[in-house]
């Protein structure tokens, strides 16, 4: 009976968040509602995916997907999960800009999650992530747009005679309009994280949501970061993720490459895998956090 303890005890926990945006709240978007049809799917197969794995699931779609309800939930499982276990984050929404006002560079965009009553900003979700203990798995699958600075290239038009759906990007009108609307409530935030974090940062930063390598002011938001992460999102930072009628892209092509549960592989190739299946003007993107290597080399969704 003893033994039967210890090995329950050591069994590694597993808590997942998804989280699927149809629309927006105009009020907070400058009276844009940015309608899309498949995130709510999205969020709900990736929750199938989770519970098909032993994993507690917490779902929020479009209305419940507030800022407010996100953060709660990421805090939560932050307080419950140690060491050795999994943390599985799912986005599938539109993706959004607000300027950096706590970097060196007047021209530098923060990336977003557009969340329904307001965006989370990349800065937030890094620092949440931070706040997870040692040793935590994390595993973030971002379906959206991040379109990167104003100083690089804008994302190529879409030919509609090849591809279907609408795109998850916020148009840049809407993103300047929401954040002049909003300035002092979006600057505050990035104050604030900075603040937090003992200093802001003095250096051009790059994005946690899109970005290959971790930034100077991302370390100076968390000069600690503990956790494994890996992410996987839906594009480049200068390109466009695509919504469909049944799922994205992306989470159409991930739910391909998983089969049921039937993938034997890694994630480094698991992200090949999705890769593959879409074409050259969407490329998923592989970004690591902490000390990654030996969770790369795991299967996928494995509690």
């Not at 329950?8 to 699927?20: E, T, Y």
């Not at 989370?120 to 997870?132: T, V």
């Not at 100076?220 to 993720?241: M, R, W, Y």
Request: hydrophobic share 40%.
């Amino acid at each position: 009976m003893a033994k039967t303890t210890t090995a329950s005890a050591a069994k590694p926990k597993a808590l997942s968040l998804h989280i699927g945006l149809n629309a927006v709240s105009p009020a907070a978007y400058g009276g844009w509602s940015g309608e899309l049809a498949a995130c709510e799917f999205d969020a709900k197969d990736m929750a199938a995916i989770a519970k098909s794995q032993g994993m507690k699931s917490t779902v929020l779609l479009t209305k419940q997907g507030t800022r407010a309800k996100m953060l709660a939930a990421m805090r939560k499982a932050a307080k419950q999960l140690k060491q050795g276990d999994l943390f599985f984050l799912t986005y599938s929404g539109h993706g959004g800009q607000v300027p950096d006002v706590t970097g060196e560079e007047i021209d530098k965009q923060d990336e977003t999650w557009c969340l329904y009553d307001g965006q989370l900003i990349d800065d937030e979700l890094y620092f949440e992530l931070s706040r997870f203990a040692a040793g935590v798995r994390i595993l973030v699958l971002s379906d959206s747009c991040h379109s990167g600075t104003v100083t690089r290239a804008v994302p190529p038009p879409i030919d509609r005679t090849k591809v279907t759906g609408r795109s998850k990007m916020m148009p840049p009108a809407v993103a300047i309009r929401t954040y002049r609307e909003h300035q002092a409530f979006y600057n505050k935030l990035q104050h604030d994280v900075a603040k937090a974090a003992g200093k802001a940062g003095t250096t051009d930063p790059d994005s946690v949501l899109a970005q290959l390598a971790v930034s100077p002011r991302l370390t100076a938001i968390a000069k600690e970061f503990h956790p494994a992460v890996i992410l996987i999102s839906g594009c480049q930072d200068n390109q466009t993720s695509m919504d469909g009628d049944h799922n994205g892209a992306f989470t159409e092509q991930v739910l391909r490459a998983w089969n049921h549960g039937n993938y034997r592989g890694n994630y480094a190739k698991f992200h090949a895998a999705v890769k593959a299946g879409l074409p050259a003007s969407q490329s998923p993107n592989l970004f690591t956090l902490g000390a990654a290597a030996r969770f790369l080399r795991q299967q996928p969704f494995k509690v």
